[in-house]
């Protein structure tokens, strides 16, 4: 497969961290929407927006492999603080989305020091329950959060002052897409940092990284700290442009669904979840008229089939046929060896 | 014991104890390691050889005892500070990153041991240093030309070499090989302890070693363990000699020394 | 003072409740490191076994019973046989998505078939009202449960500490590859232990309708109790899930009785607290 013609360690590696052309063609489909369909920016944001909460479990789940049932916790602390900024007099989107995302990366902080200390079903437990906790906590304490009914009386100011979040969608989507474009590429940068490498190593044999002198727990605590604050930014992009947040961007219906979207498209692949997020969101949008239940009914078959058949998800399947086709073109013809 | 005394002691263990439960598996192990020699540790199966390591390292605690490498008391220190310290391990039975890269393997590594694996912000290709040197690791242990492949891909015999090359990356002053050979054909096995005896001098190495030939020949003492507890040390000729050593490895049931 | 008691009373019903739905998963979570997160929609399949005997055939509450336990039982056995057992060696994750797949599809059937409201029971006469004793009032159908549940688990532990099953099971429990050494075969033994976890499981959802009450969401809601139960008892171990179910139990009718406002948090809480003391549980070896 790698035949050894590059000389030198280096070359390998910087071929891994360059831009493929297959992403640069990704990430200017993404513009499509604009010119292709115009009717459909508003869910065109929304699939930006579960992207980019996708992203932010891909980096603990899919390059760290730590597990998480309940990571709508930091999305919702990110949609909640969003929103009441702005119910509280102050809708600047820019700054609100850094307040947010410094809510959520502190809770995240906070956390990740109980996330580090443990694995396996524990793992699965703690974030289950801290995920509970907090929407149990946020229904509780109706007084600041509108309790069931959810936030009233969002409003977000324009964007820079001056480009109003118009009702097609066209701001919030630019709005969107931007955040997500430079916090992947941003996500990206870490993967292929050396600090990327650790976490590759943590998820690969956690167990042996002390034995090379690693901080493990300190590692863990900083990736987990990074994708909250992600996800708290996904959280009050939902909120700005959609003026409204409810319990259900606590719930573990919403950890479910972000799981789903990263397995369906591939964990640990940085696109996988991207795509992931667009196939289950335009499929939402498109079954919307079915009754919520019956949608889980098929998510949940999905979730089996996917589990059973497509253990990589989608970009690993494709991954894999892709590498079959090529050993298949090259046994045909008897080549003599490179 | 008064030769060696004069010398530093590179690791020492005092008074270790530890159980599972019923079973005792360190009882009061007192051991010195002089600096820079070669020490080979053998013992029936079962004896507490890889336990011993584990203590040593941190990956159990003792219940009583101290550890002390050079004249710093560890015992209380985490194993990856052990690590940064010099003190490292291998292992047994592979504990490897099956989808990482050799080359990915030891330069994460090297990168710990220089602490920059917590840079985020820079990419590691910048790195040239780092990837370098574990480059040179591995063409030391001759996988260089295997470096990119992931580990989950590579020959058994590579992979056990693999499993040195990462210890060799945290620049280790005391190297501690859990049967660095286990499963390794014959003919591998010597090549594999030739790259250990080639070390430099200035790392201490206790190895674990069933092959009495190969202890013999790399090993200049040897420390046997049954029990948990340590029956004696000695030069491989002391050792050979030994009729108690003998009688352990014949399966006889003489538990001498051990209580 | 009264009060206190009535508290403790129900709470030790619902701890009851709680024990029966969880001992399953404990035991099999210990042998096989198998994370079932399907364990309560078994109950729920219990549940509605019992419903539709007697709404839809007439059948007497208790003649129901053991019908729930063997037809979730049955049930439980083909998806293990045709599902879970790929998945023994494939880690976590995977073991979590496969079963929160069967716990939507689950959830999904149950409200095709009998809609999304609560089911209506009609419970025997003899089992409705309450018993006067040394100046309270304790409800016939709770001390009934209490009973049975207590009946249960006298059963159970005498099951495992003293039948050559029992035996097994422990052996499993402890070490798996010691088990299989020892001749033990592990995977008939796990089969037919998840059989009767899971028609325990069954049973204790059809006893949970008149208390709890049940509709399709039943399968998630009390999954995270369960899962507390198994967390705090430790893997494995019926002790420890019994005297875990009763601390859940009572703890959270206290939160639901003194502090209505905070009491859906307090269990969350103690659990967190608890994992983060003890993480092998109460009375967990891990
Ligand atoms: N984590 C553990 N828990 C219980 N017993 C253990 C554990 N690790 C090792 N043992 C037991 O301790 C004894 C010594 O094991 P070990 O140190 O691996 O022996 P050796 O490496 O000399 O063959 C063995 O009987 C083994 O079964
Ligand atoms: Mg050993």
């Known amino acids: 497969m790698t035949t050894q013609t590059i000389s030198g360690p280096h070359a390998v590696l910087q071929a891994q961290a360059r831009w493929r052309t297959a992403e640069i063609a990704f990430w200017l489909a993404t513009l499509l929407p604009f010119v292709l369909a115009p009717d459909y920016l508003v869910l065109a944001s929304q699939v930006a927006i579960a992207a980019l909460f996708v992203l932010s479990l891909d980096l603990i789940l899919g390059f760290s492999g730590i597990i998480s049932l309940g990571h709508a916790a930091y999305f919702g602390v990110g949609a909640y603080t969003a929103g009441l ?79 109003d979040f118009d009702l097609y969608g066209y701001t919030a989507y630019s709005y969107a897409l931007a955040v997500l474009f430079v916090v992947f590429v941003a996500a990206r940068r870490i993967i292929h940092s050396p600090f990327g490498l650790a976490l590759r190593g943590i998820r690969e044999n956690g167990a042996r990284m002390p034995a090379i002198g690693a901080p493990t727990h300190s590692h863990i605590r900083t990736i987990y700290t990074i994708a909250a604050v992600i996800a708290g930014l996904a959280g009050a992009l939902l909120s700005q442009t959609t003026a409204t947040v409810s319990l259900e961007a606590l719930g573990f219906q919403r950890s479910a669904d972000v799981l789903v979207m990263l397995i369906l498209g591939g964990a640990g692949r940085l696109y996988g979840g991207l795509i992931g997020a667009v196939v289950y ?58 | 014991m008064s030769a060696t005394a004069a010398r530093m002691t590179a690791l020492s263990t005092r008074g270790v104890n530890k159980r599972f439960g019923s079973l005792v598996v360190a009882a009061d192990v007192e051991i010195d390691l002089p600096a820079g020699v070669r020490y080979a540790l053998i013992g029936p199966n079962g004896a507490g050889k890889t336990t011993l390591i584990n203590l040593m390292t941190g990956m159990l605690r003792p219940d009583a005892g101290h550890i002390l490498l050079g004249d710093d008391d560890i015992t209380a220190l985490p194993p990856q500070a052990r690590v940064r310290r010099g003190l490292v391990r291998t292992y047994q039975i592979n504990s490897l990153f099956p989808y990482l890269s050799a080359l990915e393997s030891v330069t994460l590594a090297v990168c710990e041991r220089r602490g920059v694996a917590r840079t985020w912000w820079r990419p590691l290709t910048a790195y040239r240093d780092e990837v370098d040197e574990a480059y040179g690791i591995l063409g030391t242990l001759n996988l260089a030309a295997v470096c990119h492949r992931p580990t989950r891909e590579l020959a058994y015999g590579q ?80 050792i050979a000699a030994d009729e108690r050593v003998r009688a352990v490895y014949l399966g006889e049931r003489q538990r001498v020394g051990a209580r | 003072m009264l009060p206190v008691l009535g508290m403790l009373f129900d709470g030790v019903a619902y701890g009851m409740l709680l024990f029966l739905m969880s001992v399953g998963l404990s035991v099999t979570l210990g042998m096989m490191n198998f994370v079932n997160l399907a364990h309560c929609s078994f109950a729920m399949l219990g549940g509605y076994v019992t419903v539709t005997l007697m709404n839809d055939a007439g059948w007497p509450f208790f ?100 039948t ?65 139960v198994v967390a705090v008892g430790g893997l494995g171990s019926i002790a420890g899930s019994f005297a875990a179910a009763m ?12 502090i209505p406002a905070f009491g859906s948090i307090l269990i969350y809480v103690v659990m967190l607290a608890m994992i983060m003391a003890r993480p092998a549980g109460l009375f967990g070896r891990r």
């Open chain 1, 85 to 163: 900024i702005s119910v509280h007099g102050w809708g600047e989107p820019l700054s609100g989305l850094v307040i947010a995302g410094t809510a959520s990366g502190i809770l995240g902080y906070v956390t990740s020091f109980i996330i580090a200390r443990f694995r396996h079903l524990a793992l699965i437990m703690i974030t289950l329950g801290l995920g509970l906790l907090l929407q149990e906590a946020a229904n509780a304490a109706s007084w600041l959060t509108g309790g069931f009914d959810g936030l009233q009386g969002i409003h977000t100011w324009p964007l820079f002052g001056r480009i």
């Open chain 1, 281 to 338: 969101m335009v499929a939402r949008d498109q079954f919307s008229g079915l009754n919520p239940q019956f949608w889980y009914f098929w998510i949940g078959l999905l979730l089996i089939g996917v589990v059973m058949f497509l253990p990589n998800g989608i970009l690993g399947g494709l991954a894999f046929a892709a590498e079959r086709l090529k050993s298949a073109a090259r046994k045909r013809p008897p080549v003599s060896a490179p």
């Open chain 3, 164 to 228: 050559r099953f029992g035996a097994k099971v422990r052996a499993a429990v402890n070490n798996q590859r010691m088990a299989r050494g020892l001749g033990i075969d592990v995977d008939t033994l796990f089969a037919v232990t998840f059989a009767l976890g899971s028609g325990l499981a069954g049973l204790g959802g059809a006893l949970a309708i008149a208390m709890l009450g049940l509709d399709p969401s039943f399968a998630l809601t009390y999954l995270i109790y369960v899962l507390i």
């Open chain 3, 247 to 258: 601390l859940l139990g009572v703890v959270d009718m206290a939160g639901k009785y003194y």
């Open chain 2, 159 to 238: 992979q056990r070499l693999l499993e040195i090359a990462l210890a060799l990356a945290a620049r280790p002053k005391v190297l501690l090989l859990d049967e660095p050979a286990a499963g390794v054909p014959r003919d591998e096995s010597n090549d594999l302890f030739a790259a250990i005896a080639g070390l430099s001098r200035d790392i201490t190495v206790l190895f674990i070693e069933h092959d009495m030939e190969l202890v013999f020949r790399f090993a200049s003492r040897v420390i046997v363990m049954v029990g948990g507890g340590v029956l004696t040390e000695g030069t491989p000729a002391e």
């Open chain 3, 63 to 162: 003649a129901t019973l053991p019908i729930a336990f063997v037809a979730v039982a049955a049930a439980s056995v083909v998806l293990e046989r045709v599902f879970f057992r790929r998945f023994y060696h494939a880690g976590e994750l995977p073991q979590c998505l496969l079963t929160i797949g069967i716990v939507f599809v689950s959830i999904a059937a149950a409200a095709y078939i009998y809609g999304t409201d609560q089911q209506p029971v009609q419970l025997p006469d003899y089992l409705q009202g309450s018993l006067h004793l040394m100046g309270l009032d304790f409800a016939v159908y709770r001390l009934v449960l209490i009973a049975i549940a207590l009946a249960i688990t006298v059963l159970l532990v005498v099951t495992v500490e003293a």
